[in-house]
């Protein structure tokens, strides 16, 4: 699976967009970009995943530029609920294969 | 319906004791996956389980052993229990790979395990 980064930490306010990138310059033409989020205190929960189109569903939308070396996960109107460590995870979509966690980005939400 | 449940939630043991978790995937799902989280850092994959067979296998020695039932439910065993194996525990369940909704795993709230 490709080498994934993406900052330690990030803020936003409440109600605005919340824009976590994640560099992936070693993609694989068959490689996947995936997106997992862990709350305090909880498992990571799947948010979404695309290969080269853009995706969004009711959580959040997924910009994967057109070279695929970077992407960014996109939380419209980011609440306090949405504070959580973001994972960027990058991998062959071959169904079981195991997940590969990197440290994440922290994402902060202020009132 | 109820995602992937793990027990027990919370556990204290002794340096050199042994453990047993436990995990009921989704309904529907039958491959199960256990993962390690120190403090502070991302889950670390241990090993995968279908078919009531290993299937794949992170970086972890054989003090780590499991197993999964007919009924898709596993276990996580350690044995020779070190400090260093205090760690949250998950567990992630998903649909075979034929499942058109195949893509997503789901995780528990995982296992706290102290070891003292």
């Known amino acids: 699976d490709a080498k994934t980064t993406q900052p330690p930490s990030m803020d936003c306010a409440e109600g605005r967009a919340a824009n976590l990138p994640c560099n992936h310059s070693?993609?694989?033409?068959?490689?996947?970009v995936y997106w997992y989020r862990q709350i305090h205190s909880q498992g990571p929960q799947y948010i979404i995943h695309?290969?080269?189109n853009n995706e969004t569903n009711e959580m959040a939308s997924l910009i994967i530029t057109e070279d695929r070396k970077s992407s960014t996960l996109i939380l419209p109107h980011a609440t306090l609920r949405d504070t959580a460590v973001y994972y960027c995870i990058v991998r062959v979509d071959t169904g079981r294969r195991a997940l590969t966690f990197g440290s994440g980005t922290r994402l902060q939400v202020q009132p | 319906d109820a995602g992937v449940t793990q027990s027990p939630t919370h556990l204290i043991k002794t340096r050199g004791q042994q453990v047993t978790l436990r995990c009921s995937p989704k309904?529907?799902?039958?491959?199960v996956s256990w993962y390690q989280q120190a403090l502070g850092q991302g889950p670390q994959f241990i090993f995968q389980y279908y078919e009531e067979e290993e299937r794949q296998r992170g970086n972890f020695p054989d003090r780590f052993s499991g197993h999964q039932f007919p009924n898709y439910s596993s276990e996580l065993n350690v044995n020779a229990l070190l400090l260093g194996d205090s760690a949250l525990y998950l567990c992630?369940?998903?649909?075979?790979?034929?499942?058109?909704?195949?893509?997503?795993?789901?995780f528990g709230s995982g296992t706290r395990l102290t070891v003292v």
């Open positions: 309904s529907g799902h039958d491959t």
């Open positions: 992630a369940s998903r649909p075979g790979e034929n499942n058109p909704n195949s893509y997503g795993y789901t």
């Open positions: 070693t993609i694989s033409g068959n490689e996947y």
């Open positions: 695309g290969l080269k």
